[in-house]
């Protein structure tokens, strides 16, 4: 069960996250820049962005080592309740705005 719902979760998430900010940076940018942009936000989210993600994943699970055992539950629950906020916050915020 876990597993099922940890696939779906991250399905969830790189929609949300790669694929809207694919299609929200295309709309912005324009014809003229979308290469530009497309590169910056793919150099933001899998340069940068992995790196320090995989910094704080270290971390977290770190935090979670008990001897020899991690505390698997609280080192899943942890970014899972970061992606819920980032969701809520997105679905707050996100405004589709027509070109004029």
């Not at 694929?19 to 014809?31: F, L, N, R």
């Not at 003229?32 to 992995?50: E, N, Q």
């Not at 969701?87 to 405004?95: E, L, N, P, S």
């Amino acid at each position: 069960m876990h597993v099922i719902a940890g696939i779906a979760l991250r399905g969830v998430c790189y929609d949300f996250f790669f694929v809207s900010g694919q299609i929200y940076t295309d709309a912005k940018a324009g014809e003229r820049h979308k290469s530009a942009a497309r590169g910056l936000i793919t150099l933001a989210t899998y340069g940068i962005g992995m790196l320090v993600g995989f910094q704080v994943a270290g971390l977290i699970a770190d935090a979670n080592l008990h001897g020899a055992l991690h505390v698997w539950r609280t080192v899943w629950l942890i970014p899972a309740g970061f992606a819920l906020a980032v969701f809520a916050v997105f679905g707050v915020q996100f405004r589709n705005e027509r070109p004029t």
